[in-house]
C-alpha cells in the first residue's frame, strides 16, 4: 500500500509512459480542477478540450 499522500507518478513520468509532453498531461490534470458539471461535458462531448482548458483558467471568485 501507499501511504497517504505519497505521489505516485509525477507529471514527466506520465509523459514518458504515455509518450506524450509534459505540457500535455500538466494541461489535462487541470482539468480535473474543473466543475464536475463542466468535466462531464468533456467526456460527454459537449465542449471540446481547449474550450475546456480556457475556462479552467478562469479564476474562481469564490476562492479569493
Given at each position: ?21 509534459k ?5 489535462r ?36
Open positions: 500500500t501507499t501511504p497517504v499522500g505519497q505521489v505516485l507518478h509525477t507529471p514527466e513520468s506520465i509523459a514518458q509512459k504515455i509518450g506524450k509532453s505540457r500535455y498531461v500538466l494541461r490534470l487541470k482539468l480535473l480542477n474543473l466543475p464536475k458539471h463542466a468535466q462531464d461535458a468533456v467526456v460527454a462531448g459537449k465542449i471540446e478540450i481547449s474550450a475546456a482548458e480556457m475556462l479552467g483558467r478562469i479564476p474562481d471568485a469564490r476562492l479569493g
